[in-house]
C-alpha cells in the first residue's frame, strides 16, 4: 500500500464498513488498531499537528497495539469527526508511507471543514454499497440455490 487509502461510504450506516475492515486487518496484517473516532475522548486531542512520531505513539496507546511499519494496519473509523484526521494522511503519504492507514466514514464526503485540506492526490477512494441478494448468494458459494431462484422467476 504506496498510498493512504480511504473506504467511503456515502450516507450510509449499518453497511459492513467496520466490519471488513476489521476482517482485512486481521488476515492481511500481522497486526491492526482499530480506533473509532466517532465520540471518542482519547481520540479527541490527538489531531492538532502533523507529527507522524507523536501520531504513532498516540495510535499505539490508544489501542495498546505496538504498531510496527508495514507490518500494522492503522485503521480510523468515523474520522470525518476530525478534519485535521483526514489532511494528515498527506503527510503520512508522503513523509511515512511504511505506515499503512485506511480511514472511513459514513459521512466523510459531505463533511466539509474550513481551515483544513483533504489530500487530493494522496488518497484512494473506495465506494462500497450493499450487496444485492444475488451477489450475497454467490458470495457465500450458493450457486445452485440462486440457479434454482433464477429459474423459478
Known amino acids: ?11 450510509t450506516s449499518g453497511k459492513g464498513k467496520t466490519w471488513i475492515l476489521k476482517e482485512f486487518g ?11 473516532c466517532d465520540n471518542n475522548p482519547l481520540v479527541k486531542d490527538i489531531f492538532y499537528d502533523f507529527d507522524i512520531g ?9 489501542t495498546n497495539i505496538r504498531i510496527e511499519k508495514e507490518k500494522t ?3 480510523l473509523d468515523e474520522i470525518q469527526e476530525y478534519p485535521l484526521g483526514l489532511t494528515a494522511l498527506k ?19 459531505f463533511h466539509v471543514h474550513q481551515g483544513t ?16 441478494f444475488e451477489e450475497f448468494l454467490l458470495a ?13 422467476r
Open 117 to 132: 485540506g483533504f489530500p487530493v492526490g494522496k488518497v484512494d477512494q473506495i465506494h462500497m454499497y450493499p450487496m444485492s
Open 73 to 75: 494496519l492503522i485503521v
Open 140 to 152: 457465500m458459494d450458493q450457486t445452485i440455490l440462486l440457479e434454482t431462484m433464477k429459474r423459478r
Open 91 to 109: 503527510y503520512f503519504c508522503e513523509n511515512a508511507p511504511e505506515y499503512h492507514i485506511v480511514v472511513a466514514g459514513s459521512l466523510l464526503g
Open 26 to 36: 486481521s488476515r492481511e496484517y500481522e497486526s491492526f488498531a482499530y480506533i473509532n
Open 1 to 11: 500500500m504506496s498510498q493512504a487509502t480511504r473506504f467511503e461510504w456515502r450516507k
Open 54 to 62: 507523536r501520531l504513532i505513539r498516540s495510535f499505539s496507546a490508544i
